[in-house]
């Protein structure tokens, strides 16, 4: 919450004047078996649930999923790896060497701002081999990030949706919720957007089998139907698009129908926006379209996020490396492949560093957002952070209270010299 540099750890010890001996035990403190990761988790979502600023759609949670690439420059740090940067910016390079992180976040908010606070964050690319290490079965990115929400969702006290991009429509992430969904008592339903070229179809029935064999065709017996694009819907039913009016006054034209994906049944809806033809898909086929399409519209807000934790909290700033681990260069594939018996725990141990300090920095910009919606009902933008023009009046937002916060930081330990963080800051202080 106090960062102000990419330091790491050394960050800490400037801005609250301990004793540079404590170093040693700052490190140790993310690789302490005192605490899980996932109850800590599980504490922080209930937390969460609880606050009247977490918000509600036909009385259900809002998760958001997405990936981020952190570039990173440690030759002796696990998991680097060479990623393709997608950034539509000519400033930056092609391919950048560094972490790949999936995160899960919940939606809070008050009135029209909205925000999501992250929930889980880890390493989903470079260190599959891991998964080998503890026998454990590996999965592809986008499947692991849909089941780690189903998690989250089940340790949860109410019904989610989990809100995706249109890379993360994966069959056996889809198959896991359905399955989940037919037995549990608290459902998820996922909302994504679909990719142009998506198709449906599915397995025969055994009936449709023997028609078919009736009218003996050449060649193997079909097993699925034909398939069908959904992007075709555009031209074949577009009499029967209907015209919707939304608040902000722009009209939409909207089609559902309900087709099978790999055997699963999905609710398709088409969507014209002036020009864009968008496809959007729901688990929840009861689900309205007009719903579909303003649920998948708060998912932006996870990429906000994404910035906060990069820029204002410095969430990403960790400099954790194994010293005996192989040198990266542009020739590596796998580092982790041809590993030592030896070296796989201080890996697995500094894996567990990096997942537990961008998680704890991710509570940190969690609980910024929450004093910076409540600050939003008390002062005004102009009244604690100086701008030269303000676009929302009536909203403080999380850069501003972190400045906010940064000032006045000292003066509550001053107001304050009893409490529990009071102490902790003198007995290690080299002052």
């Not at 390493?123 to 026998?135: D, L, M, R, V, Y």
């Not at 989940?180 to 957007?193: Q, T």
Request: hydrophobic share 35%; net charge positive.
């Amino acid at each position: 919450m106090l960062l102000t540099d990419d330091s790491g750890i050394t960050s800490f010890i400037r801005i609250l004047f301990l004793d540079p001996k404590t170093y040693d035990n700052l490190l140790k403190f993310f690789n302490a078996q005192s605490y899980s990761l996932n109850k800590i988790t599980s504490q922080w979502l209930s937390i969460i649930e609880s606050s009247p600023q977490a918000l509600l759609f036909e009385n259900r949670g809002i998760l958001i999923g997405d990936h981020t690439k952190v570039a990173k420059e440690g030759r002796r740090m696990p998991a680097v790896k060479a990623h393709h940067q997608e950034s539509e910016d000519l400033g930056k390079p092609a391919t950048i060497y560094g972490h790949h992180f999936g995160m899960v976040g919940i939606l809070i908010g008050r009135g029209k701002q909205n925000l999501c606070t992250p929930l889980q964050l880890r390493i989903h690319e470079g260190a599959e081999q891991i998964s080998f290490w503890k026998n454990r079965i590996p999965m592809g990115r986008n499947e692991r990030l849909i089941r780690e929400g189903l998690q989250i969702s089940s340790s949860s006290s109410r019904d989610n949706y989990l809100l995706l991009d249109r890379d993360f429509m994966n069959k056996n992430g889809i198959r896991a919720i359905l399955e989940h969904n037919a037995s549990a008592c608290n459902k998820l339903d996922l909302v994504g957007r679909c990719k142009s070229n998506v198709t449906c179809r599915r397995k025969l029935t055994q009936t449709e089998k023997e028609i078919l064999k009736k009218e003996k065709r050449p060649g193997r017996p079909r097993e699925y139907t034909k398939p069908v694009k959904p992007f075709t819907w555009f031209d074949e039913f577009k009499d029967e698009f209907k015209s919707i009016q939304l608040s902000d006054g722009c009209v939409i034209k909207l089609f559902s129908r309900i087709e099978y994906w790999h055997g699963m049944k999905l609710k398709f809806v088409l969507e014209v926006d002036q020009n864009r033809k968008l496809i959007y898909y729901s688990t929840d086929l009861n689900l309205r379209a007009l719903k579909v399409v303003q649920l998948y519209k708060m998912r932006f807000n996870i990429e906000i996020t994404f910035f906060g934790l990069k820029h204002i909290v410095h969430g990403f700033s960790y400099h954790f490396w194994v010293k005996d681990f192989q040198k990266l260069t542009k020739f590596s594939k796998d580092r982790l492949e041809n590993v030592s018996d030896s070296l796989k725990p201080k890996i697995i141990k500094c894996i567990e560093r990096i997942e537990r300090s961008v998680n704890f920095a991710g509570i940190a910009l969690g609980v910024i957002q929450f004093m910076a919606l409540r600050a939003g009902l008390e002062f005004s933008p102009k009244e604690i952070h100086y701008q030269r023009t303000y676009r929302h009046e009536d909203r403080v937002s999380v850069e501003q209270f972190q400045h906010l916060f940064g000032g006045i930081f000292a003066v509550l330990l001053a107001q304050n010299p009893d409490s529990v963080i009071n102490k902790i800051i003198r007995q290690f202080s080299k002052v």
